[in-house]
């Protein structure tokens, strides 16, 4: 197994902590990061800073507010190191063999591990009655799998699904068909619902997010 990177490698807990939070909010101030991690604004800058110097995170200054411009922070590719398996990169390594040996290769081997997949999901799912219970379940199994998940009810029975970290990143940035497998197995579990992706971390987008919602019954 690979070690991590030597950025991540020297953080402490307490960094690694502000880390995983910034991902859960895409963007963030520190204060936003003092809130939701219950330590002080001025503990979480010294985090900050230390998350810069090392590359993992960059800031931007958001003007239009009244007062001194805020800095927002979001975490560079480099942070996703942090959550991916060290077998990402033979994997990779073996699709640019796929491809280059065989281009019609690469769309079978997508479409039969999403096959796999959509198996697997739907064996965690068949006890679950109801679309919140099985959307539960999905974010357990998906949090567990590195994609920092998480599901928001809104107006009526309609969810929002975010991914705030891509598990398979290294091979996502490079083949989009990944991608387009991630959805179509959403869209195969959860038969009885329509999913949309309203944002999508490839396109440059700090999640993926996608809008789940029951599909109207006819009689």
């Known amino acids: 197994m690979s070690s991590a990177p030597p950025a991540l490698a020297g953080l402490s807990p307490a960094q690694r902590q502000v880390l995983v939070a910034l991902k859960r909010r895409g963007e963030a101030t520190a204060e936003e990061l003092a809130e939701d991690l219950g330590i002080t604004a001025s503990g979480v800058r010294q985090h900050l800073a230390t998350l810069k110097s090392s590359g ?6 958001a003007r239009g507010r009244p007062g001194r411009p805020a800095d927002i922070f979001h975490s560079t590719e480099l942070a996703d190191a942090h959550f991916q398996s060290g077998a990402d990169g033979l994997t990779r390594e073996l699709l640019d063999l796929m491809a280059e040996e065989d281009p019609q290769l690469l769309p079978r081997i997508l479409d039969r591990r999403r096959g796999h997949r959509v198996d697997q999901v739907r064996d965690l799912l068949a006890g679950e009655e109801g679309l ?11 949090d567990g799998e590195g994609y920092l998940a998480d599901v928001e009810r809104s107006a009526g029975e309609t969810y929002r699904l975010t ?12 083949y989009g068909e990944t991608c387009d497998s991630e959805l179509d197995l959403l869209r195969e579990v959860l038969p009885g619902a329509s999913i949309e992706r309203f944002s999508h971390k490839v ?3 700090f999640v993926c997010g996608y809008e789940i919602r029951p599909l109207l019954q006819t009689h």
């Open 56 to 61: 993992v995170i960059s800031s931007r200054q």
């Open 163 to 174: 991914l705030h970290n891509c598990a398979i990143w290294a091979l996502a940035s490079q």
């Open 132 to 142: 919140e219970a099985k959307m539960d379940a999905l974010v357990r199994l998906l």
């Open 203 to 205: 396109a440059g987008a």
